[in-house]
């Protein structure tokens, strides 16, 4: 079966400026959803988001893993993470999207929430290791979250339900513009795995 055989043709921007937000809704089937979220949880090397905010640092509750074609750094949150090689589900998974976004990628970022109380505070993702402007490609998988958008200036916010299975590409100049976020709930207690397929700029790689 094919893992993007309900894709939409013609996936919507979110956004009506700066930036693009491309939603493509749900792109892999249930079947495969299941086996990509059981492999990851079991395969991948989940350790506990670190943060370090006004000099003190913070464990965060979700955990993360940091992948890339290279041990590529990649600092955020004042914490620098070394990349570990791909897994065959991540390279599948890579493989598949770039074809469809029509981008490439070269690291991923992937998130692991617990349930529904764990979330993600406002925040872009513009980290000097990051190439500007370049495309981030968000796998979902597991439980479905609320994910907004909103503009540094006009403070207008826009939202969605990220769906298991759904593809949402961010490129152009939408982490100079906007901020995201995924706000904490008390409607789910399942688990989400969220991948955020990236392009760290090599030339900047010390």
């Known amino acids: 079966m094919d893992l993007f055989d309900n894709i939409i043709l013609h996936p919507v921007n979110l956004l009506s400026q700066d930036g693009e937000a491309n939603y493509y809704g749900v792109v892999i089937a249930y079947e495969q959803t299941e086996f990509f979220f059981s492999a990851l949880f079991d395969s991948i090397k ?19 893993a940091w992948y890339g074609d290279k041990p ?71 439980a479905e979250r609320k994910f907004s958008f909103k503009h540094k200036k006009t403070k207008k916010t826009v939202s969605l339900t990220l769906q298991n299975g759904s593809l949402l590409v961010m490129k152009g100049e939408i982490q100079t513009y906007w901020q995201h976020s995924l706000p904490p709930t008390q409607k789910t207690d399942k688990p989400r795995i969220n991948l955020t397929f990236r392009s760290i700029n090599d030339d900047a790689q010390s």
């Not at 350790?47 to 993360?64: H, L, M, P, S």
């Not at 993470?81 to 770039?98: D, G, H, N, S, Y």
Request: contains cysteine.
């Open 72 to 142: 590529f750094k990649y600092t955020y949150s004042n914490t620098t993470k070394t990349a570990l090689p791909w897994t065959a589900e991540l390279l599948q998974l890579k493989k598949v999207i770039e074809k469809k976004s029509g981008e490439t990628y070269n690291s991923c970022l992937l998130n692991l929430y617990h349930n529904g109380r764990e979330g993600m505070a406002w925040h872009s993702d513009n980290e000097k290791d990051l190439k500007k402007n370049a495309a981030i490609a968000s796998i979902s998988l597991g």
């Open 46 to 64: 989940w350790k506990q988001d670190e943060v370090v905010i006004a000099g003190q640092r913070i464990v965060a509750r979700r955990k993360v």
